[in-house]
């Protein structure tokens, strides 16, 4: 692949995790309401004390998990660049 391409490759890995974010946003937040209610249901039973009484959490929704994917692979499609020609040049003393 040449560096455009790579390039290419890079910004829609970039898209994808930037979609796959907001998913993960918006089915947390549906599942948190979600788990809140079933919480407060079985806090407000009448029979909610009579079994275990577990206190439901949200879950991390696989899109996160995605979105971490594309975007270590976003960050391995992206070529190395060269330093601007405006940047100094620093000398590196040599060894041995």
Do not use: H, W
Not at 43 to 70: H, N, Q, V
């Amino acid at each position: 692949m040449d560096k455009k391409q790579m390039m290419i490759a890079g910004i829609v890995c970039l898209v994808i995790c930037a979609i796959c974010i907001f998913v993960a946003i918006e089915r947390y937040n549906a599942n948190a309401g979600s788990v809140r209610t079933m919480n407060n249901f079985q806090r407000d039973s009448p029979l909610g004390g009579m079994g275990m009484s577990l206190e439901m959490k949200p879950a991390t929704p696989a899109a996160t998990k995605y979105a971490i994917f594309f975007a270590v692979l976003s960050g391995v499609e992206m070529p190395a660049r060269k330093a601007p020609s405006f940047m100094p040049r620093i000398a590196c003393p040599q060894r041995g």
